[in-house]
């Protein structure tokens, strides 16, 4: 079946280095592509999805790169902020109807 | 918009009682999912439905847990005869449909003592 695998429970960083969060996928299908935050005591939020047509998904200075040779998704954003430390979850769908697939999720801390 | 609202926020209860959480989906849209958190492991589906008809079952552990969704405006999840593992953040979600963009409740907080 669809699983997501994301290697790193907990980053730390310090404020203003880049960020770098891994996510890699297994999928029979061509699979969606998705990160979710999610900020303390909060409900998790869509941050950004894979484009059918190969463009970088772009928001809050977040991109991801869908590589389907790698079958990874990661997260990257050129500097940290303090506003950034939050639980990132990346997530898949088999197909546009289909339900998500998480992966255990990671938590980031920025630090000053 | 007032978003997916969940209802209890928090829940206590004793050990083999029942628990029902309840789920009001945004206005309109058409998929409801529902999902349990926990730090271990994270965000597991259990089960979704499409216009009131369960699609995906999957998750749910048979035995215990149910869910309906009797009206499109409210869905339910119940535990029966809760166990200390069922702790956890029950999470609701719904979806337009098409592109599959989740929007989340709060979710309920679940402790079984």
């Known amino acids: 079946g669809d699983s997501v695998t994301q290697t790193e429970g907990l980053v730390t960083l310090t404020e203003g280095l880049p960020v770098m969060l891994n996510c890699t996928y297994q999928?029979?299908?061509?699979?969606?592509l998705f990160w979710y935050v999610q900020h303390l005591n909060e409900a998790p939020k869509l941050l950004l999805k894979s484009f059918t047509d190969n463009k970088r998904p772009e928001h809050q200075g977040f991109h991801a790169t869908l590589h389907k040779s790698s079958s990874s998704f990661h997260l990257q954003k050129s500097s940290a902020q303090l506003s950034d430390s939050a639980l990132y979850y990346c997530a898949l769908a088999s197909s546009s109807f289909s339900k998500l697939v998480f992966g255990q999720g990671t938590s980031l801390s920025v630090v000053p | 918009n007032a978003g997916v609202i969940q209802t209890p926020r928090h829940k206590v209860t004793g050990k083999g009682q029942e628990a029902t959480l309840w789920c009001e989906p945004i206005?309109?849209?058409?998929?409801v999912f529902w999902y349990r958190q926990t730090i271990v492991q994270g965000l597991e589906f259990l089960t979704y439905f499409r216009n009131q008809a369960p699609i995906d079952d999957s998750g749910m552990p048979k035995e215990r847990f149910s869910a309906q969704m009797p009206n499109q405006s409210h869905s339910t999840l119940k535990i029966q005869s809760t166990q200390p593992q069922d702790s956890a953040v029950y999470l609701c979600a719904s979806s337009s449909g098409a592109g599959n963009t989740l929007y989340f409740g709060e979710g309920s907080r679940l402790i079984v003592v």
């Open positions: 206005s309109g849209h058409s998929a």
């Open positions: 999928s029979t299908y061509s699979p969606f």
